[in-house]
């Protein structure tokens, strides 16, 4: 009979504290907090008829399915030269310079100018502001957050901010810096006007142009071996007269471990030369290309370009922690170690999702070719991938691929600098198209996904059929709520994922107590347990010596047996021999 005492002697203790165990481990109910107030999903102010296709100076604008589309006015300055437009679609720019871009002298007699004069500046957004705390102008990548940045920008006759009420950057400044295109065979002269603190250059990487210039100046923009650098104040003109058309690349190539992942880099694009062609020389915030070239619309019915870039958001906050020049320059230049650096934010197009989905659909439709231009600025490798599409890669590094080489996938991978041309044709056959819908695309590193570690944020984006598109250029989604990517407190680890998404139990809310940010529903949780624990008990208990002496005892009578657990184990064992 005594056989089993042993198994006995082990199932009663681990009866006997399992009552109390399981008291102790009771988990807390959900609480459900409260986000701040979501931001609309287009807030962009921009009137309605910026959207559609359009005539304006005599130039063909194409409608743009976008929250934030560009304003037709400056698509109209960009085509034609500030020089070459009225003095009312001037003013209707936003703020651009009167001698931003000039156009002059068709010199083969084609019928378009070949004569460019492009003009940019070197500013700041997010930056430090001796007059408040905050940082000025602002250009938020995702909701509430601000890095700083520094980008050319096309020249500009007015303020860096909105207006005197505003922070917010002007339009034209933001980032990426933006997409140049000039046509083969133009006399380019790019004139940059240093209005920074930092010496800076523009390198023309992958553009045909001499070492020097005619003038007997430095034109690759290396300081260490064809110009000194522009310094503050200065200004510094590249000429150039491409040979050859495709999809460059232009950078500062001052100190360009910092200065390009701060932003000064861009896409820089040799259009085909034909006829009476008038590229749009700035594609201010990338995206959509709205008056595309003759030679891309013999192929293609659109035109996006795709910017791709990552942050360290340590770097970023450098220019944002002084307001001396020689303290930032001594962080930067001397402090800063980009070989510890760790990339936290991924861009598309100079914004994180879902401020993405504002500017950088590809809105199509179905049957149709469209030209995707692809950047890879960021420091690492790069694997975009598009849902539902198989698209071919056409050109890599502005060459193009032998028809008989050009390869269909749907992965397509860039090493840092490098660029790639896409023909995306959305013919529903089951292998170029799956068919209408809101398809993802997104850099396939899985990093890439995140916007300083939290996700779904970073470089995710749609190709997002017009029928799946409302008049806003708001997509019909048919999955879950987007309102929570649009609040700071999201970004900020304040709101659990899937909470709007629980079962009845809350069982993926937030322990209630855990957060902080809805005082109310966490006092209401509180309130939830302390009546909980005073309800009456589901079964009877032993009320002699109430649950914790209880427990305290067992505890003792545990600690006993395993302190004496040998002497307990031999007397089991020769009550066991001893049996009859």
């Not at 030679?295 to 220019?319: F, G, M, N, T, W």
């Not at 090493?415 to 396939?444: C, E, I, K």
């Not at 999955?479 to 079962?503: A, C, H, S």
Request: charge should be negative; include cysteine.
């Amino acid at each position: 009979m005594h056989k089993h005492s042993p198994t006995l002697l082990s199932s009663a203790l681990l009866l006997a504290l399992a009552g109390p165990a399981q008291a102790l481990n009771t988990p807390p109910p959900s609480s459900k907090v409260q986000p701040g107030q979501a931001e609309p999903f287009c807030n962009s102010g921009a009137p309605p008829e910026w959207r559609k296709a359009q005539v304006l100076e005599g130039v063909d604008i194409q409608e743009s399915k976008s929250c934030n589309p560009d304003n037709p006015a400056d698509v109209a300055a960009f085509v034609k030269g500030t020089n070459n437009i009225s003095m009312q679609t001037l003013m209707d720019t936003s703020n651009l310079a009167a001698d931003a871009i000039t156009m002059s002298n068709d010199l083969d007699k084609d019928g378009d100018p070949d004569h460019i004069v492009i003009k940019l500046e070197i500013m700041e957004v997010n930056g430090h502001s001796p007059d408040f705390a905050g940082v000025v102008p602002t250009f938020d990548i995702a909701p509430g957050i601000e890095p700083s940045f520094w980008v050319f920008a096309p020249k500009s006759r007015d303020m860096s901010t909105k207006s005197f009420a505003s922070v917010e950057a002007n339009p034209l400044l933001r980032m990426p810096s933006p997409p140049i295109r000039v046509e083969q065979g133009d006399v380019v002269w790019l004139v940059v006007e240093n209005t920074h603190y930092f010496p800076h250059s523009i390198h023309l990487h992958g553009v045909d142009h001499p070492y020097m210039d005619h003038g007997g100046e430095g034109n690759d923009g290396v300081g260490q071996t064809s110009q000194m650098d522009i310094m503050p104040g200065q200004s510094k003109t590249y000429v150039i007269r491409p040979r050859v058309a495709g999809t460059m690349y232009y950078h500062c190539h001052v100190q360009p471990h910092t200065h390009i992942p701060m932003g000064l880099a861009g896409m820089f694009i040799v259009e085909e030369n034909r006829p009476n062609n008038w590229p749009q020389v700035f594609n201010v915030g990338a995206g959509q290309v709205r008056h595309p070239s003759v030679a891309v619309r013999e192929k293609y019915s659109q035109e996006y370009d795709l910017h791709y870039q990552s942050v360290d958001k340590e770097l970023h906050q450098i220019p944002q922690s002084a307001n001396d020049p020689r303290l930032i320059a001594k962080s930067m230049n001397q402090e800063y170690d980009i070989t510890d650096a760790k990339d936290d934010y991924y861009l598309l197009n100079g914004r994180s999702f879902p401020y993405t989905l504002r500017e950088s659909l590809i809105s199509v439709k179905p049957g149709e070719k469209v030209k995707l231009r692809i950047l890879n600025g960021h420091t690492e490798h790069m694997a975009l991938h598009i849902h539902g599409h198989k698209a071919t890669e056409t050109h890599y590094d502005g060459i193009e691929h032998n028809p008989a080489a050009q390869v269909t996938r749907d992965v397509y991978s860039l090493a840092p600098a490098q660029r790639l041309d896409l023909s995306l044709d959305t013919t529903d056959d089951g292998l170029h198209s799956y068919g209408s819908g809101l398809w993802m695309f997104h850099d396939h590193v899985e990093k890439a996904f995140t916007t300083d570690g939290m996700g779904e944020g970073g470089s995710i984006s749609l190709v997002a059929y017009n029928n799946y598109l409302d008049d806003n250029g708001t997509p019909k989604t048919h999955g879950m709520d987007l309102k929570p990517y649009f609040t700071k407190e999201y970004w900020q680890r304040k709101i659990p994922v899937w909470q709007d998404w629980m079962d009845e139990w809350g069982s993926l809310g937030a322990p209630a107590g855990t957060m902080d940010t809805d005082p109310a529903g966490t006092a209401k949780a509180a309130a939830q347990a302390a009546a909980a624990a005073a309800a009456p008990p589901a079964a009877p208990v032993d009320d002699t010596g109430g649950g914790w002496f209880s427990g305290l005892l067992l505890g003792i009578v545990g600690y006993l047996i395993y302190l004496y657990r040998e002497r307990l184990l031999a007397l089991i064992s020769s009550l066991t021999r001893s049996k009859p």
